[in-house]
């Protein structure tokens, strides 16, 4: 069965510090890959997505993730993180071609941003 | 404004009893979907409907049922053979590249 980890599951940073968020996916097709952002008391919302092409893909507020098909991963990384990206962040794959549009989450990393 | 709407936000019911949480969307989507969210294990889906009166059972479906008997609408009801229903549950649907966009959620209390 397809599945998707998070390895980590809480990370605390200062203001300022670099962020990469570890995803890996266990399946050997093509896929569509997600990185969604629940900010406290907030919907869940779509940070950025890759479908094809650049490897590298810019999301919204300085977001940005790169996939890379040999390791089945697509981490998810900021280069100086505020306070606002206190949040929880889930990493979710959908198998291309697959008889529906299910996505597998990840179970989050919780990210507490320090001022 | 397009988007997703769930009620109530916040739902209290006691063992035994049934209860309903609505999900509507006016994104002329077709496919909608229902999570559970419990902490530290992420979204589990609970049932999807990728059509009108259609829908197949997700990764929990056990102790809930649903109905799509419009497009735009997807109620889950949580029946007393949920074993733990108490959880954040969350109604998705599913765009046009394949995201999904979600609604703020219900949070179900079991007292």
């Known amino acids: 069965a397809q599945s998707v980890s998070q390895h980590n599951h809480h990370v605390i940073l200062s203001e300022a510090a670099s962020l990469e968020l570890g995803c890996n996916y266990s399946y050997g097709g093509t896929v569509n890959l997600f990185w969604y952002v629940q900010y406290p008391g907030q919907h869940l919302q779509l940070l950025l997505k890759y479908f094809s092409g650049d490897p590298l893909v810019k999301g919204i507020k300085g977001f940005e993730a790169e996939f890379i098909k040999s390791k089945f991963s697509f981490n998810l990384r900021k280069p100086s993180v505020q306070w606002s990206d206190t949040a929880e962040y889930f990493c979710?794959?959908?198998?291309?071609?697959?008889?529906?549009?299910?996505?597998?989450f990840g179970t989050g990393t919780l990210l507490a941003v320090q001022p | 404004d397009g988007g997703i709407t769930q009620s109530p936000k916040y739902l209290f019911r006691k063992e035994g009893q049934n209860v309903t949480l609505s999900c509507e969307q006016n994104l002329n989507h077709d496919a909608m979907y229902w999570y559970r969210q419990d902490p530290g294990q992420g979204l589990r889906l609970i049932y999807y409907s990728q059509i009108v009166n259609d829908f197949q059972k997700g990764d929990i479906a056990e102790g809930y049922s649903v109905s799509r008997e419009k497009k735009e609408s997807f109620p889950l009801t949580v029946t007393s053979a949920q074993k733990n229903p108490t959880a954040f549950y969350l109604c998705a649907s599913t765009g046009t590249y394949n995201e999904q966009f979600f609604g703020p959620g219900t949070r179900l209390t079991v007292l």
């Open positions: 979710a794959v959908k198998s291309y071609g697959g008889a529906t549009n299910k996505l597998i």
